[in-house]
Structures are given as structure tokens and as C-alpha cells.
């Protein structure tokens, strides 16, 4: 039988941290909002920039929404990943 793990002994899937600038950067250059996010997810706004700014723990699905609103790059960009974002879903961009 495994033994029971208290709930503040368990451990917490770990969080991203993202930059504020550069993750408003990404959702900008993808021409989204924080309220866009928070309605996708079924969450505040505020709840929201809780979790950007590291004062609450993300669900799985509140991050799978903040992932498809800024995309890969944005994410990468935004968690400190990399320091170039690029337009991933440009129509101007050079053929």
C-alpha cells in the first residue's frame, strides 16, 4: 500500500516564468489580449495576469491557452527560452 502524501507536501507541476514585457511583446505581435485569453481559458483577466506575474499557479489548461494565444515562438520568447520572436502567422512577411 503507498503511503498518503499530504497536500501541502505534494509537489506542483512546475510553472513557467514569464517575462511580463516580452509576454505582452508576443501576445501583441499575435494581435491578442489578456480578457481574449481569460474568456478562451474560462477564467478572470485577473486570474490571468496572476499566473503572467507569478503570484498564482496555472491550470494546465490556462497555459495551453496562454501557449495557442502567443504560439511556440511568443512562448519560447516570453519564458526566456530564446531572445528573438518572430511573426509566426504574418501574411506581410517576404516571400
Do not use: C
Amino acid at each position: 500500500m503507498s503511503p498518503v502524501i499530504p497536500p501541502q507536501e505534494r509537489t506542483k507541476s512546475p510553472q513557467p516564468t514569464f517575462n511580463l514585457r516580452r509576454f505582452h511583446a508576443a501576445l501583441h505581435i499575435r494581435g491578442g489580449t489578456v480578457q481574449a485569453v481569460a474568456r478562451n481559458a474560462q477564467v478572470s483577466d485577473r486570474h490571468v495576469w496572476y499566473v503572467i506575474t507569478g503570484h498564482r499557479h496555472a491550470s494546465a489548461r490556462l497555459l495551453g491557452v496562454i501557449r495557442a494565444a502567443i504560439g511556440e515562438s511568443g512562448w519560447a520568447f516570453a519564458t526566456g527560452q530564446t531572445d528573438a520572436l518572430r511573426d509566426e502567422g504574418a501574411s506581410d512577411g517576404a516571400a
